[in-house]
């Protein structure tokens, strides 16, 4: 079967194995990295990191997952987010809290966002 590579889930690695701030710090002790993506997902509004970070993908749900994925695009601290459907099959209340978390991230790391989205909804609340 095909993997499809935004599928946040379509990889069988924990998420702390998957934050690209882990090859940021491949000499540092892995007890100081495991902390640091504990504090990104914290930045995403993660709760409870500390257990997060080390579930596989398919133990999170949708929304988690999205946080998850988003983590990983800021652990690079990007000048351009680019946000790809990012609230495809999400109930309207995480739909809300993800397009929330987009807005507080692109004013707190001060990124801009390409947001593709076929939902005239979506593109309403954004603009």
Do not use: W
């Amino acid at each position: 079967m095909k993997r499809k590579i935004k599928n946040p889930s379509s990889f069988k690695v924990k998420v702390l194995s998957r934050i690209p701030i882990v090859r940021r710090y491949q000499n540092v002790v892995k007890k100081e990295v495991k902390q640091e993506v504990i504090r990104m997902l914290k930045e995403i509004e993660i709760a409870d990191a500390e257990r997060v970070v080390d579930m596989y993908p398919h133990e999170l749900s949708e929304g988690m997952q999205q946080r998850a994925v988003i983590a990983m695009a800021l652990a690079c601290n990007p000048n351009l987010l680019i946000a790809d459907e990012p609230t495809t099959s999400l109930d309207v209340t995480i739909q809300a809290q993800i397009l929330n978390l987009i807005r507080e991230l692109k004013r707190r790391f001060n990124a801009s966002v390409l947001y593709i989205t076929h939902d005239m909804g979506v593109v309403a609340e954004m603009c």
